[in-house]
Every structure is written in C-alpha cells, then in structure tokens.
C-alpha cells in the first residue's frame, strides 16, 4: 500500500512523504503506483520549475520513498499545484480504493 501523509500548518501544506508500493499488479505493470509516481514527481518537477520555492527531497527508490518539506510560505502557485496533487492522489484513492493508496492530511 502507498501510504501519503501530508503535514499542513494553519490550513497549509508544509511538507509530504509517500511511502510504499501500491501492490495493486506485479512489478512493471502496476498502474496505482504509476499514477501516483507521476503525479507526485510531475508536481516536485513544477515546483521546481515554476517557482521560487525552496523545499528538501529525501527519496528512496527501493523503499517507494518521496518526502517534501517547505521552508517558508508557499506562493499562491505552489499552493494551486499542490491542492491539484491532492484532487489528483484522492481520485486515484476514490477509483481503486484505500487498499492500495492511503492519503491523510494531519494539522502539526
């Protein structure tokens, strides 16, 4: 199971991690875990490009591990991709169910 937790302050995202395996097909041909890889990479890519942002990335392959923290405030268009990472990993958890992906949004 992919499990994503996202950390939020006042209301706002302040970091990520997605951890695991989705375990929904073998290796190479498990779509859930494809989806959320691409979503996720494609919105740190975003990020990156787009903004001034300044976040740390800790990733580990193997472990199916991505961790995002932010150091200050989001701009309002980090805020925007992030809200659309989230719209796109609850759909993915709506179609295939909380088996294979978990997503939680806790207040630190």
């Known amino acids: 199971m992919i499990k994503i937790n996202f ?3 006042n209301d ?6 997605s951890k695991g395996h989705a375990g929904y097909r073998e290796y190479g041909q ?17 990020i990156e490009t787009f903004t001034t942002d300044d976040f740390t990335l800790e ?6 591990l991505i961790m ?3 150091e200050k405030s989001l701009s309002d268009q980090s805020k925007l991709l992030l ?9 993915i ?5 909380n088996q294979y992906i978990n997503i ?5």
């Open 12 to 17: 706002e995202i302040i970091g990520f991690e």
């Open 93 to 97: 958890e709506n179609e295939y169910g």
């Open 7 to 9: 950390s939020t302050k």
């Open 68 to 70: 995002v923290n932010f």
């Open 83 to 91: 809200d659309t990472l989230v719209l796109g990993l609850k759909s």
């Open 104 to 108: 939680s949004i806790k207040e630190v």
């Open 59 to 64: 990733e580990n392959e193997k472990a199916g």
């Open 30 to 46: 498990d779509i859930v875990c494809s989806a959320v890889s691409i979503l996720v990479i494609n919105t740190i890519n975003a």
